[in-house]
Structure formats: structure tokens, C-alpha cells
T-cell receptor
Framework: ETGVTQSPTHLIKTRGQQVTLRCSSQ?????VSWYQQALGQGPQFIFQ???????GRGNFPPRFSGLQFPNYSSELNVNALELDDSALYLC?????????????FGEGSRLTVL | AQSVTQLDSQVPVFEEAPVELRCNYS??????LFWYVQYPNQGLQLLLK??????LVESINGFEAEFNKSQTSFHLRKPSVHISDTAEYFC????????????FGTGTKLQVIP
């Protein structure tokens, strides 16, 4: 069974740039959620994708966008980066039909915005 | 909406001593509750979960948590901690039957002292 993998693991950008983070979900999972974890904070829900459509969104501006592909992998895109976007971005996969709320996390992509 | 409060940001404890990490939640609907653990530079891993049934749930590595509906709490306990338990612990809640937006607390850093 393949776990959740994310890339890149670390990256540095400057204000105003754009970034794309990638996630491969765990084998057999059809739902992907993205979370932002700022330093010293708990993960904050960005959005969730199910069947290639956004299935719920947290309190994040439209410059945070995403995609889910037919193989259930996903991308998180952030435009016009701001200093406060510096955080660990976590991808989590799950099986919608299980309806248990259990999430399987990748190790995250650490973004630093200078 | 659901919310989670973890009152203790850091808990130092000597090895082989007992520990309790506190978690309180708020919700107007029924919920599922979770504890996740995050080791340094890693993603989150599920430690244990409460969905329904017995209010006392256990993990494979000796942790347990008790769902207390009247006190809206889900405290995590271990009778004897080990150095390897040093990590950050996050309490989380999801509305049962809803879409999978998991709300996390701000985390408690458990520091086991040799």
C-alpha cells in the first residue's frame, strides 16, 4: 500500500510569485484535503477535492486554488504569494465512503516566502 | 461549526510518569473525535479515534482517550511515557456524517524528560 506523497518537500519563493504543490493520494483513496500549518499552530483546512471537484473550502482567499486529477492526485496552487503564506502545507487523503473522518497525511511541503 | 481547545501548549513530564493532554471541543451537532501525533519534520499520524460506542478508546502504543459528552472533552492519557513519545499531539473534531472538514486544535508539545 502506497502512502501519501508530497512534492517538493521544501521550497523558497519571494513575495508575489506563484507556487504549485503536488500530492499523490494513498492507494484506494478518492478524496484529497489540503491543510496549512503555520509555525506553532494546528493545521487549518484549505479545501477538499472529491471526484475532481472542490467539495468544501475553508477561510482562504481565491488565490488559493486546487485541482484533482482522474488518478486522485492533486495540486495546490497559490498565486501572489505573501509573507504570511510561509507554512507547512499538508495533503491528506481519505476514502469518502468510509465516512469516518480519518485522514492519512503526507509529510508536507514547507514553503518559505521571502 | 466545530472548534477545539487544547489548553496546554507544552507538557514536560519525566520518563515513566503518567501524562494527560487535555482537549475540549464545541459543537452543536454530534461529532467524531481524533488524536493525531506529529513527530519532528513529519506529517500527522492518527493515534486514536472515537466514532461511537464505548467512550474509552485505546491506541496500540498505550495511549487512551475518553469521550465525555457532558464535559465536551476528549483527554488523552498514558500511564507511563517513554522518550519516544516526545512529539506534538493534536486533538481534532469532525461533524459526524458531514463532509470531511476536520478542525484541529493548536497542539500540545509533549516533552519527555529522561
Amino acid at each position: 500500500e502506497t502512502g501519501v506523497t508530497q512534492s517538493p518537500t521544501h521550497l523558497i519563493k519571494t513575495r508575489g510569485q506563484q507556487v504549485t504543490l503536488r500530492c499523490s493520494s494513498q492507494s484506494g483513496h478518492n478524496t484529497v484535503s489540503w491543510y496549512q500549518q503555520a509555525l506553532g499552530q494546528g493545521p487549518q483546512f484549505i479545501f477538499q477535492y472529491y471526484r475532481e471537484e472542490e467539495n468544501g473550502r475553508g477561510n482562504f482567499p481565491p488565490r488559493f486554488s486546487g485541482l484533482q486529477f482522474p488518478n486522485y492526485s492533486s495540486e495546490l496552487n497559490v498565486n501572489a504569494l505573501e509573507l504570511d503564506d510561509s507554512a507547512l502545507y499538508l495533503c491528506a487523503s481519505s476514502l469518502a465512503q468510509a465516512n469516518t473522518g480519518e485522514l492519512f497525511f503526507g509529510e508536507g511541503s514547507r514553503l518559505t516566502v521571502l | 461549526a466545530q472548534s477545539v481547545t487544547q489548553l496546554d501548549s507544552q507538557v514536560p513530564v519525566f520518563e515513566e510518569a503518567p501524562v494527560e493532554l487535555r482537549c475540549n471541543y464545541s459543537s452543536s451537532v454530534s461529532v467524531y473525535l481524533f488524536w493525531y501525533v506529529q513527530y519532528p519534520n513529519q506529517g500527522l499520524q492518527l493515534l486514536l479515534k472515537y466514532l461511537s460506542g464505548s467512550t474509552l478508546v485505546e491506541s496500540i502504543n498505550g495511549f487512551e482517550a475518553e469521550f465525555n459528552k457532558s464535559q465536551t472533552s476528549f483527554h488523552l492519557r498514558k500511564p507511563s511515557v517513554h522518550i519516544s513519545d516526545t512529539a506534538e499531539y493534536f486533538c481534532a473534531v469532525i461533524r459526524s456524517g458531514g463532509y470531511q472538514k476536520v478542525t484541529f486544535g493548536t497542539g500540545t508539545k509533549l516533552q519527555v524528560i529522561p
